[in-house]
């Protein structure tokens, strides 16, 4: 995978995760009193947060020098996507029984089942791509 390709989707993961952060924290902020569901949502942000400011700065040092002599080893962008996948699945799950539990909002159940499900696509799609780049089939 290409270091271009791979900070393109750390950004987009990045502005997704924010965007579930804030539909969560809109949703739950009120009714919900569950400190699983905040602290959470939380690390939604933080993960969000840093992938957007991780991107940036690889864009920007790409624009300033020459970043393609240090390229880092495809296996390290598919472990680092296949982990995150596992952290927002769990992070989702525990929003989700912990909306329920405390008689959140519905919307914070729906956000919360789309982070899994996101997730799940995501782990997916790093496990095609890990496959198809160590069995070196070329795409059309």
């Known amino acids: 995978m290409n270091s271009t390709?791979?900070?393109?989707?750390?950004?987009?993961?990045?502005v997704f995760l924010l965007w579930i952060n804030f539909s969560i924290d809109k949703h739950s902020d009120q009714t919900?009193?569950?400190?699983?569901?905040?602290q959470a949502n939380k690390v939604i942000l933080a993960i969000g947060v840093s992938y957007i400011i991780l991107s940036l700065t690889y864009a920007t040092c790409?624009?300033?020098?020459?970043?393609?002599?240090?390229?880092?080893?495809?296996n390290l962008h598919f472990l680092f996507l296949a982990v995150t996948s596992i952290v927002l699945i769990i992070l989702g799950s525990i929003i989700n029984v912990s909306s329920k539990?405390?008689?959140?909002?519905?919307?914070?159940?729906i956000?919360?089942?789309?982070?899994v499900t996101s997730a799940v696509l995501m782990l997916v799609i790093t496990g095609g791509a890990f496959?198809?780049?160590?069995?070196?089939?070329?795409?059309?």
């Open 131 to 140: 496959y198809i780049d160590k069995k070196n089939i070329k795409l059309k």
């Open 32 to 38: 919900c009193l569950s400190d699983k569901v905040r």
């Open 101 to 109: 539990k405390n008689s959140c909002e519905k919307d914070t159940q």
């Open 62 to 74: 790409k624009l300033k020098c020459n970043c393609d002599k240090v390229d880092v080893d495809d």
């Open 5 to 14: 390709v791979f900070t393109t989707i750390l950004f987009l993961i990045g």
């Open 111 to 115: 956000y919360s089942a789309f982070t």
